[in-house]
């Protein structure tokens, strides 16, 4: 797609595409990394070239910065990369802080189910490109939402063929997980919820929590998010409020002056201004 | 091709691309509705016809002028020959401030009798009063206002104690005047003639022998308006009642009719009385072989009724029906057919209403759970909204929904409140703000799929602060869920609620970016 944004928007659509890539093919190495970051340089030639980036050696570079880092999250989270000699690392894979309250995860991805997977829920009225889908074993105890809540995981646990967690990839330089990343993750676990339905027993099943992961030219930090039923029953009633605003907006207005009886809801501007001066949408 | 122009044209794109969600629904109603308007009136009193005569078609009327604001009622009936059945005309009369009348018929039907048998329909109970209602007293006491169930059925009663005084007393003139009745000839039922009768005194029966025609005013009985929005409901039921237990007593009525000449309802003699009265014991040996009770248990969900008195008969009514069918009831099988699916319809339609109206309050609902279920895919229910009401006591939104299908979107206008809804959805908690309105299509979603939200689920409870376990449903609604919306677009409504409409208008592809 044609995009023209920041500089700096720019670099982290490089960097996620190439976590993509790699994560996708399961190599993290050097040489790998070095013709996807050429190929993916050269796709987004044209964003480049708009925004005045074109000296193509320098992103090549600060492009490849990031390997290192994929690199680690490589050997810490997943075991498809070379074997290591850390057993028990692989045996449980490594923990992944809860956000707040929140239970922690240990993370160790088998498999790559799926990366930019185009995910639509006509059941709860979702759509959406979740940023990576990735498989683990049931040998690890995956906290859910009846499991915490119940204060212990369920018994047969261990005997989940396969989990899938989303996750959710933001290579901007802010490493704080922020509520709208959280949100729009829970939101990814609810659709993959709704087309694989929810983990069993007996078969492959979506996780009931993701992962978020934040990674720069810098840092790398992952959180681990499971939702409430509180929080969807909230961001779903968030998507009410969304999907009736745009059938609302959507109605053909100016053609007759008709009074619509809601025209007085509109909502307030967003009382910190500095936001609105930060939004992209310029109109 | 500038900025302005690509969004222009992307603008227009879109409103294109609308689909079809703000098609206006059109009103089509059936002629069957018009003729069963949602809320009765006082005319939908039906009587026992009387025999009927020679071929001259009589017409008896009974004038309503109860309340300004209500619409008169003017129940015609039609006296056939003996070998067509009595039809019972009723129609209804609107009156306005100029004076001008509209008729409005609601249809045939079926005379009726009043069952003796049950006592919640026992009407001759009232007798006494009726009595003197017949003395020209004031009519309605406060007693009689409080008692709901006994209002209506004074009015055959007093009809019938009417006949039987005049029976008694044999000449009709004698009776007349003994029960200090006003009278009056009134040969047609003219406009001035039911003009003349509005500002009648309060009690006035007007009768006109060699017409066989018979003008009562029911002003008198409902004189408080209160008392009248009670009228229609019990109106009807009992009807529905009197209707269905009476068809045996009318054959053999009619049957006795074929050797009475020159019968007349005002002159019963001790013969046809004895008919009466025969043909009432046997009504009432007939059900207690067949106790209606027993015949009212069905398959009705008692979870989703509300504990009403009016209800309950209100759903044996209902259910009372197919043992009633089944019952010899048409021993000469010429009787003209009576809409009764018609009346369940309506009955039924009216029971909803009360469960919307009468009882939104019922705190204890409980969404059945499948908890031995394990998690599996979602489950949900496509519903459209029929009707919303708000339940302020328990913070609650209350939703009258229905399953959805093609033909709902197309020919129903469920702003007129008038589709029957299969249940209602309650919403509380946060749930309580989601905007909705009577058309809107909705998902009831069970995310694990432990939870039913099938109409047999009904109601349902949707609450986002779980208070117990039983609770802490992973219950979700989800409104025009045909519109997909984006989690990026909802998570940034987090930090700017017009930015998603924004872009959702108008796109985000950078291209009104500065950069640009």
């Not at chain 1, 996750?167 to 729009?184: F, P, S």
């Not at chain 1, 619509?260 to 967003?270: E, K, M, T, V």
Request: aromatic share 6%; net charge negative.
């Amino acid at each position: 797609m044609f995009v023209l944004i920041a500089k700096s928007a720019m670099m982290g659509t490089l960097r996620h595409d190439l976590f993509e890539r790699c994560l996708f093919h399961k190599d993290f190495s050097y040489a790998f990394a070095q013709t996807q970051c050429t190929s993916i340089i050269k796709n987004h030639a044209e964003s480049l070239i708009a925004l005045d980036m074109i000296d193509e050696l320098q992103i090549y570079l600060d492009l490849m910065k990031t390997v290192p880092l994929l690199q680690r999250f490589s050997s810490e989270y997943t075991s498809f990369l070379q074997p290591s000699s850390d057993g028990a690392r692989l045996a449980t894979g490594s923990l992944i802080p809860g956000h707040g309250v929140q239970s922690s995860l240990h993370l160790l991805i088998d498999d790559v189910h799926a990366t930019e997977e185009s995910s639509v829920s006509h059941e709860v009225g979702l759509r959406g490109f979740v940023d990576a889908t990735v498989v683990i074993r049931g040998r690890h105890k995956q906290p859910t939402i009846q499991a915490k809540r119940g204060g212990q995981p369920s018994s047969h646990a261990l005997d989940h063929p396969k989990i899938l967690v989303p996750i959710e990839l933001k290579t901007g330089h802010n490493q704080n997980a922020q509520h709208a990343h959280m949100a729009q993750l829970a939101l990814y676990t609810v659709m993959l919820r709704a087309r694989y339905g929810s983990e069993d027993a007996s078969r492959m099943g979506a996780s009931g929590s993701g992962v978020l992961l934040y990674l720069n030219d810098q840092a790398q930090q992952a959180v681990h998010i499971s939702p409430s039923h509180g929080e969807i029953k909230s961001l779903i009633n968030q998507r009410n409020v969304v999907a009736s605003e745009i059938r609302r907006s959507v109605k053909v207005r100016g053609v007759d002056i008709v009074n619509d009886g809601n025209r007085s809801q509109r909502y307030a501007l967003f009382e910190a201004r500095r936001h609105c001066g930060l939004c992209f949408e310029k109109i | 091709m500038s900025h302005k122009d690509i969004l222009r044209s992307r603008h227009s794109q879109r409103e294109d691309a609308d689909p079809g969600l703000t098609q206006d629904c059109v009103i089509q109603w059936m002629d069957d509705d018009d003729r069963f308007p949602d809320k009765m009136q006082t005319s939908d009193l039906l009587f026992q016809s009387p025999i009927p005569d020679n071929h001259h078609e009589h017409e008896e009327t009974w004038k309503s002028n109860a309340h300004e604001n209500l619409d008169s009622a003017v129940v015609t009936r039609h006296l056939q020959p003996l070998h067509t059945q009595p039809i019972v005309h009723v129609e209804n009369q609107t009156s306005c401030l100029h004076g001008q009348i509209k008729r409005r018929r609601y249809g045939n039907h079926r005379p009726i009798m009043r069952n003796e048998e049950d006592p919640l329909l026992d009407s001759t109970r009232d007798c006494g009063e009726a009595n003197v209602i017949m003395e020209n007293t004031p009519v309605v006491d406060a007693s009689r206002k409080k008692n709901d169930s006994g209002l209506l059925f004074d009015l055959p009663t007093c009809w019938k104690e009417h006949f039987q005084t005049r029976n008694v007393d044999t000449p009709a003139e004698n009776s007349t005047n003994a029960l200090d009745t006003s009278m009056a000839h009134d040969t047609d039922t003219s406009l001035s003639q039911e003009c003349h009768n509005v500002s009648s005194p309060p009690l006035n029966i007007q009768h006109d022998t060699a017409q066989n025609s018979c003008r009562v005013d029911l002003g008198t009985i409902f004189q408080n308006s209160q008392t009248l929005s009670n009228i229609p409901m019990a109106v009807y039921e009992e009807n529905y009642h009197l209707q269905r237990s009476s068809l045996d007593v009318l054959d053999l009525n009619h049957n006795e009719t074929a050797t009475t000449v020159e019968f007349d309802f005002i002159n019963l003699n001790d013969d046809d009385m004895a008919a009466v009265e025969e043909a009432i014991r046997l009504r009432q040996a007939t059900q207690d072989l067949n106790p209606p009770h027993s015949l009212t248990q069905s398959n009705i969900d008692k979870e989703n009724i509300p504990f009403s008195a009016t209800t309950e008969t209100l759903s044996k009514t209902v259910m009372g029906k197919p043992a009633l069918i089944g019952t010899p009831t048409d021993a000469f099988g010429d009787f003209p057919d009576i809409d009764f699916d018609m009346l369940d319809q309506l009955v039924a339609k009216r029971q909803v209403n009360i469960l919307t109206l009468q009882n939104p309050d019922q705190p204890n609902i409980v969404t059945p759970v499948n908890a031995s279920k394990e998690p599996e895919f979602i489950q949900f229910s496509r519903y459209i909204i029929c009707s919303i009401t708000e339940n302020t006591n328990f913070y609650e939104k209350i939703l009258g929904v229905k399953i959805w299908s093609n033909i709902n979107d197309e020919f129903n206008d469920f702003s007129s409140n008038l589709i029957r809804p299969d249940g209602n959805v309650h919403l509380r908690g946060e749930w309580y703000h989601a905007k909705c309105e009577p058309g809107d299509v909705i998902h009831i979603c069970s995310l694990s799929g432990r939870y039913d939200t099938s109409p047999t689920a009904f109601p349902i409870m949707l609450n986002t602060q779980a208070s117990s376990s039983l609770d802490d449903n992973d219950l979700l609604l989800v409104v025009h869920p045909d519109l997909l919306v984006t989690p990026t677009a909802i998570s940034e409504t987090i930090h700017c609620n017009r930015r998603a409409v924004l872009m959702s208008r108008l796109g985000s592809g950078g291209l009104s970016s500065t950069f640009a």
